[in-house]
């Protein structure tokens, strides 16, 4: 037997943990789903120093806390499950995890996420977050007047790798290819930066270290050749990939696999709304998910609401 809820949230990251609190706390019955670590991505940042009015939390800290208050508020939380079914079309929505508990709700909000492509190389999964980033952003400011390397030859590379001449004292651009693939204004700024270098043809085969990354090695493409080098830290830029495959074909998907959503967050499908870094959009910041989130739920809260109101003035049936 299913159990109806006015809300199901499908994520428990920034974005799906805040709508959460907005829902629950405008007593929206809200259940969020969650196949993951509470918290996504959030958890992996060591430090954020960048969260209005928090001076400095770990990522841990910070989704424990949002898990905490969505909970205080009467939300309920589910992890360590699998979503295997969605079926999204019509008034009543139909959620299906693990293959046989079935969740029923008026509106659902997808929050999946994603995550940042990567090289999948010996010592990544070891590094990550201790050395190893995927945001200059969030982590551009640990790195003050320390060497790093930039993987990537994309726009968002080398626009990264300007923006860290800000706080490192040395930049090394290490590129797959002879050329990069950016934009010849990113390419010129770079190029004329000159704290910025460039190691071409070649890739970062191996991370290593004690606690803390210490050293790469880094392979020639061309030739073969492996060469150690002593480095404070890694950022990798070479694509994002939203959490979507569970859901294509539910809602419509951008080229990337990015859910389309309107100003309101919501999808092509009525009582279906989306936030957080699962959407098409170009900042991916837990702010920005915060944001997301908090327009969903206010949509989602407005969508089931009005359901409400309609059934209320429905004739009965005699």
């Known amino acids: 037997m299913s159990t109806h ?53 770990s990522g841990y800290e910070l989704a424990r806390n949002m898990k905490m208050q969505a909970q205080k508020f009467g939300c309920k939380i589910k992890s360590a499950l699998r979503v295997t079914d969605l079926q999204l079309e019509g008034d009543v929505k139909t959620v299906t995890v693990n293959d046989k508990d079935t969740f029923t709700s008026d509106a659902v909000i997808i929050a999946t996420g994603g995550r940042s492509r990567t090289l999948g190389v010996p010592g990544e999964d070891e590094f990550k977050g201790r050395g190893i980033s995927y945001c200059a952003t969030c982590d551009g400011d640990f790195f003050q007047d320390k060497e790093i390397f930039v993987v990537g030859g994309g726009n968002s590379a080398l626009e990264e790798a300007v923006s860290l001449t800000k706080y490192a004292s040395k930049v090394t651009v290490v590129h797959q290819f002879d050329h990069f693939q950016a934009l010849s204004h990113y390419v010129e700024e770079a190029k004329s930066n000159p704290k910025i270098s460039f190691i071409m043809e070649s ?116």
Do not use: W
């Not at 210490?214 to 939203?242: A, M």
């Open 5 to 57: 809820y006015d809300v199901i949230i499908i994520g428990a990251g920034a974005a799906g943990l805040t709508a959460g609190i907005y829902l629950s706390r405008a007593k929206q019955k809200t259940l969020i789903l969650n196949e993951g670590a509470v918290g996504g991505q959030m958890v992996l940042t060591h430090e954020i120093a960048n969260y209005p009015g928090v001076e400095s939390i």
């Open 203 to 318: 890739t970062i085969s191996r991370f290593a270290g004690d606690e803390k990354l210490s050293n790469v090695d880094i392979k020639n493409l061309r030739t073969g050749e492996v060469t150690n080098h002593d480095i404070d830290g890694v950022f990798i830029f070479i694509g994002y990939v939203p959490n979507t495959s569970a859901i294509k074909g539910k809602v419509a998907l951008n080229k990337y696999e990015e859910i389309i959503v309107d100003a309101n967050m919501a999808t092509d499908i009525p009582g279906v709304f989306a936030a957080g870094d699962s959407i098409a959009k170009r900042y991916r910041q837990v702010t920005t998910a915060v944001a997301d989130g908090t327009i969903a739920a206010l949509s989602a809260a407005d969508f089931v609401n009005e359901r409400k109101k309609s059934k209320a003035h429905e004739p009965e049936l005699v």
